[in-house]
């Protein structure tokens, strides 16, 4: 073999080799539409994915003997990690023993715009990405629910209960109503309305929330009960109004959402002033979305021009930043 076709030859190995010491996943956000909270209690949810938001994770081999974490939010060995990011530890250590792999040190590199602590499932996300970037690295194939089940695991440590849901929508490119008892159903929204989604630039606390609202079960159990049920009530109807095309109704049933939501203690101040700016600015309906205690809200505008009127409404209000979804491509 002559000097330029071993070269070429050695080349095209080196970059097979490199490709196959790749790996990468991605993943990307939620917006629940109705349901919050009760779906943790085996009531209905309507989520959808949000693909304006989204992750990728990177994995290539470390040149030391550790493991290193490479994010906006941390920067160095996993063995030096905050706590917060002990649902990556967690993914990691359960994707590797179910299928037996080896633990080789590692880069991990996050690349997320996703905003976190914001109900917009970015803890869930990531660890789907990382999950799929681990697979992708060692070459091993992963059903979707093995995905579910070993970020899911992850998510309890991240959040102390879970529904599942975010975990499922970080993985699918369809709305669905999700129940934990049942098979998730897709639903089709296909909806001449514009749903805006703005951060309250406010941290959710979606394991306080979640905690607050397990203590009231304890403590006021036949209120919590009535809630609960009221709630997955507004979700059945939700699923009518969107089947019957009725933007009008859907945005009273995201008002009604949000009232109760209120009564759970899960909203605060800040929150209620961007929803009232929403509702003054012309909005069919406003909430919260996600966890809550900070975090972001949704509103329903008919038009592209009232969604507009109603994103800087929501800003003047205090929020930072704002996303517009045309609900006829979902």
């Known amino acids: 073999m002559d000097i330029s076709k071993r070269h070429n030859y050695q080349s095209k190995l080196m970059t097979s080799k490199a490709q196959q010491l790749i790996g990468i996943g991605k993943a990307h956000g939620k917006i629940i539409l109705m349901g919050e ?6 009531y209905p949810a309507i989520a959808l994915p949000f693909n304006s938001a989204n992750v990728t994770v990177t994995i290539t081999p470390s040149h030391s003997n550790h ?6 939010y941390y920067e160095g060995m996993i063995e030096g990690a905050p706590e917060s990011l002990d649902n990556l530890k967690q993914a990691i250590e359960v994707t590797l023993s179910s299928f037996k792999l080896k633990n080789t040190p590692m880069n991990i590199t996050i690349d997320s715009s996703i905003p976190s602590g914001r109900g917009m499932g970015s803890s869930a996300a990531v660890s789907v990405a990382l999950v799929r970037a681990l697979c992708d690295f060692y070459k091993q194939e992963i059903s979707d629910y093995q995905l579910n089940f070993i970020v899911n695991q992850a998510e309890v440590i991240a959040h102390e209960s879970t529904s599942g849901l975010d975990t499922l929508l970080a993985s699918t490119n369809s709305p669905v109503i999700y129940r934990k008892s049942q098979t998730a159903k897709t639903i089709q929204i296909n909806l001449d309305a514009y749903l805006v989604v703005a951060d309250s630039d406010m941290p959710g606390q ?5 905690s607050k609202v397990r203590q009231l079960k304890e403590s006021k159990p036949d209120f919590i009960r009535t809630v609960m049920r009221a709630i997955g009530g507004f979700v059945q109807q939700s699923v009518e109004a969107i089947q019957a095309k009725d933007i009008n109704e859907l945005g009273r049933l995201l008002t009604y959402n949000h009232y109760y939501l209120n009564q759970l203690e899960i909203s605060n101040a800040h929150i209620d002033r961007i929803v009232n700016a929403a509702w003054i600015a012309g909005a069919l309906g406003a909430k919260l979305t996600g966890g809550g205690l ?20 929501m800003m003047d209000a205090g929020a930072t930043k704002t996303w517009s979804l045309d609900l006829k491509t979902i």
């Open 37 to 42: 909270h009760a779906v943790v209690y085996d």
């Open 67 to 72: 493991t290193y974490i490479h994010s906006s």
């Open 206 to 210: 979606t394991k306080t929330a979640v």
């Open 294 to 313: 900070g975090g972001c809200v949704i509103a329903l505008a008919q038009t592209k021009v009232e969604a507009d009127l109603i994103q800087q409404a």
